[in-house]
C-alpha cells in the first residue's frame, strides 16, 4: 500500500508549468513472480518501496521549490527584454482599462475600493515603482477614483498613513517621494520631488517640501518649505471632497520642534507665500494623491492649480529606518 500511495502522490505533486514526466520517477507495480515450479518466490520489496518513496520525495519537493520560487517573483517578460511586476500593471490597467473590460454599470462597484485592495497587494517596499509607471494622465484619474471613497463610510475612514490620521508618537517621522507635471518654470523642480511629515510634541503633523535637484542645496537652507497639516474635507476652490490639506502659509510656522539637520522655518518664496495649499486624498495603503492650489492672498484673486495633480508614495526604507 505504501509504494502504491507513495506512486499517486508523485503524479500528483506536480503541477503547473514545473511538471516532471512520471515515467521517469515511479516504478510499475510489482508483478507475480513464480519459479519453473510453481512456488511463489518470497520476494522482500522494501528497498523498492523505498526508493519509490524517496524519488516520490523529491519530486514533490522539487516542484513545491519551484512554486514558491514563481509566487516570490510575480513579474513578467516584455518585448523588449524588460520585466514588469504584475501587481502594479493591475493598477496601470484599471486607471487605463481596455473597452473590454469596462464594466457595463459602473454603479455596480465602487472603483475607490478596488483600486485601494490593489494598491494593498503591492508589497510596501516595491509600492515606490507607481511612480514611474503612472503618467500624469494617468494620476489624474486616480485623483477622480480616490473621491469615491466617500461614497463608503467604512472606506472613507481608512488611512494611507497612520502619521496622518494621528496615530503615531511625537518624534515620528515618514519620507514620501512625490511625481507631478505641468508646475512653472521656476518651481519645475516639484515634478519630482520629496515630502518629509513629522509630529510634534504639540500633537500636531508638520511637513517640509523638498526639492529633488542638486543645487537646490543653498536655496533649500534658506527656503525650507515647511507647511502644517490639517484635516479638511473639502477643496476651497471646488468644493470637492477631500482628507487632509497642506497649508504652507508664509511660512514662519512656530514648530515646537523639527527634525534634526533641519533648518528653521524662514518666509516662504514665491508662489508658495501666496497662500499655496496642497489638498491631499487617501488613495491606498502608503499612497496619496493631491491637488496644489495658488489660492492667493487677495481677496478678488482668482485660485489656480500650481500643477497637475501629485502623486505620492511612502519610502518605506527611509522611513523605517529614521523611526
Known amino acids: 500500500m505504501r509504494a502504491t500511495a507513495t506512486t499517486s502522490t508523485c503524479h500528483g505533486g506536480a ?49 513545491a521549490k519551484a512554486t514558491s520560487k514563481w509566487n516570490a517573483e510575480p513579474y513578467g517578460a516584455s518585448q523588449s527584454g524588460g520585466k514588469y511586476y504584475l501587481d502594479e500593471q493591475d493598477v496601470v490597467t484599471f486607471l487605463d482599462p481596455p473597452k473590454e473590460l469596462i464594466p457595463l454599470d459602473p454603479s455596480s462597484y465602487n472603483p475607490a475600493s478596488y483600486l485601494w485592495k490593489k494598491i494593498e497587494d503591492i508589497p510596501e517596499e516595491r509600492r515606490h515603482r507607481l511612480l514611474s509607471v503612472l503618467n500624469p494622465r494617468l494620476i489624474s ?118 527634525p534634526q539637520e533641519f533648518p528653521k522655518p524662514a518666509k516662504h518664496p514665491w508662489p508658495f507665500n501666496d497662500q499655496v495649499v496642497i489638498y491631499i486624498r487617501h488613495m491606498g495603503p502608503g499612497v496619496l494623491v493631491g491637488q496644489a492650489w495658488q489660492e492667493g492672498r487677495e481677496l478678488q484673486q482668482v485660485p489656480k492649480k500650481l500643477c497637475s495633480e501629485i502623486l505620492m508614495v511612502k519610502d518605506y526604507f527611509a522611513s523605517n529606518k529614521k523611526n
Not at 497642506?246 to 523639527?258: I, T
Request: net charge positive; proline share 10%.
Open 141 to 258: 484619474r486616480a485623483w477622480e477614483i480616490a473621491g469615491r471613497r466617500y461614497d463608503d463610510p467604512k472606506l472613507a475612514k481608512k488611512s494611507a498613513s497612520s502619521l496622518l490620521s494621528g496615530g503615531d508618537r511625537a518624534g515620528s517621522l515618514e519620507l514620501w517621494r512625490c511625481r507631478t507635471s505641468g508646475a512653472p518654470l521656476p518651481i519645475a523642480w516639484i515634478n519630482t520631488s520629496e515630502k518629509v511629515i513629522f509630529r510634534c510634541t504639540d500633537g500636531k503633523a508638520y511637513g517640509r517640501l523638498i526639492g529633488g535637484y542638486p543645487l537646490l542645496g543653498v536655496i533649500k537652507s534658506f527656503s525650507p518649505l515647511y507647511f502644517s497639516v490639517s484635516e479638511v474635507h473639502e477643496v476651497m476652490s471646488t468644493e470637492q471632497p477631500c482628507d487632509l490639506a497642506y497649508e504652507f502659509g508664509d511660512g514662519l510656522l512656530n514648530l515646537p520642534e523639527y
Open 15 to 63: 503541477f503547473g508549468p514545473h511538471r516532471l514526466p512520471p515515467p521517469s520517477l515511479c516504478l510499475p507495480p510489482p508483478q507475480d513472480f513464480r519459479q519453473p515450479h510453481g512456488r511463489k518466490h518470497n520476494w522482500k520489496p522494501i528497498r523498492t518501496r523505498i526508493e519509490v518513496a524517496k524519488i516520490c520525495k523529491l519530486s514533490v519537493r522539487a516542484n
